[in-house]
């Protein structure tokens, strides 16, 4: 175990713990602009730097591994001035587009920027305009506000495993897309959208039917309805309508989503969607009462299997149902109906 002190408060840590780990574990909270504890440190512009004594140079929490006797200050003067130079440099490649920038209010640089009462950039803009990327039908990349953090390229590579995004160019030149800035719509993407959860400004964003604001949004923590993976997410409700889905850290999903459970969420509030039984009667389909489609469910099925035998009726079930509701449906159609004719959508 190592023993130092941060902010006077004496921590005690196992070897190879970071700073920025030791102070999450002593309720010390050292901002981060690109931080993601699954993907590690990323990117040159983390804001997370610190003073440690007898040290000469700021360097990054959430780099630097703790040292026995460590004395560490998180938020001194002299940190203050460099994380506003920080965001300051990385301004003045990045749009000042709030008023119009649909990821306000979620947006990290935005905050830090407001934390920080940095309002200009400082240094010259090094980086040419760039066309948007939106070739792609979920979302689209605009390598305007991009700030090479690198997140994007680092999920797409080490947890979705598709190794679809790298940095095309060198230094101040370097942008996000596909090897050799090709169009993603032409590249190997999945569409998981997972660079756009991790993606801490507005430089990949989904492209939503809805207009709204983010702190307009209410998130409800639910699993996805798709399949049987069982992945956590919020969907952001706005008058009772879901206009995004953001990831949550479920023991099935760590955080990640595929493309059904992060974009394809139209359903819920579709105008078609079914919410009522309906029964056709004579030729026309009319709502009825849930009673009522049970009696006509129940004898169609007594009727067809008096008349033809239990194996003239066959059931597909659905991964979007439970386990439980699955296995029930095993047994009405073994047990109940007497066939074995029961499928299931899964072997499609
Ligand atoms: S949507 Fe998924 S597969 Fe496509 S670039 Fe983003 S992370 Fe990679
Ligand atoms: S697109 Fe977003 S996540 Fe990717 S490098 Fe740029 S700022 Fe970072
Ligand atoms: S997000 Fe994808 S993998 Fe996860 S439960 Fe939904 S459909 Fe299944």
Redesign the pocket.
């Known amino acids: 175990m190592i023993n130092l002190k941060i902010d006077g408060r004496d921590v005690c840590v196992p070897e190879g713990t970071t700073i920025l780990e030791a102070a999450e574990t002593a309720g010390i909270n050292i901002p981060t602009l690109?931080y993601d504890p699954r993907l590690g440190p990323c990117?040159d512009w983390d804001v997370c730097v610190v003073e440690v004594e007898g040290r000469l140079d700021f360097p990054k929490a959430s780099s630097t591994v703790v040292e026995e006797g460590m004395v560490v200050r998180t938020e001194t003067p002299a940190v203050v001035n460099v994380r506003k130079a920080i965001l300051g440099r990385i301004l003045a490649n990045h749009p000042l587009d709030c008023l119009t920038c649909p990821k306000s209010g979620a947006c990290k640089l935005q905050e830090l920027c407001f934390k920080y009462d940095v309002k200009e950039a400082t240094g010259v803009k090094t980086r040419e305009e760039r066309p948007i990327d939106d070739t792609n039908p979920f979302y689209y990349?605009d390598?305007n506000?991009?700030?090479?953090?690198?997140?994007?390229?680092e999920v797409c590579a080490k947890l979705q495993c598709a190794k679809v995004?790298s940095f095309v160019e060198k230094g101040p030149h370097k942008y996000?897309s596909p090897p050799f800035g090709t169009a993603i719509a032409q590249s190997e993407c999945v569409s998981c959208g997972n660079?756009v959860s991790?993606?801490?400004?507005g430089?990949?964003m989904p492209k939503s039917k809805e207009v709204f604001r983010y702190w307009e949004t209410e998130p409800v923590r639910t699993t996805c309805s798709y399949c049987g993976v069982g992945c956590q997410m919020d969907v952001l409700v706005k008058d009772n309508k879901i206009v995004d889905v953001r990831p949550a850290d479920g023991p099935a999903n760590g955080g990640l989503l595929c493309v059904k459970g992060k974009f394809a969420y139209g359903f819920v509030n579709h105008p078609d969607r079914l919410k009522k039984p309906l029964v056709r009667k004579n030729g026309k389909l009319e709502e009825v009462t849930w009673e009522e489609a049970f009696d006509v469910v129940v004898s169609k099925l007594k009727e067809t299997k008096e008349q033809y035998g239990p194996d003239s009726i066959a059931a597909f079930s659905s991964a979007r149902a439970l386990n439980e509701e699955n296995y029930l449906m095993a047994k009405l159609m073994r047990a109940v109906i007497g066939t074995n004719n029961i499928d299931h959508c899964a072997r499609l």
């Open positions: 690109t990117g990349s390598p506000k991009c700030i090479s953090c690198g997140k994007c390229v995004l996000v660079c991790v993606c801490p400004v430089a990949l």
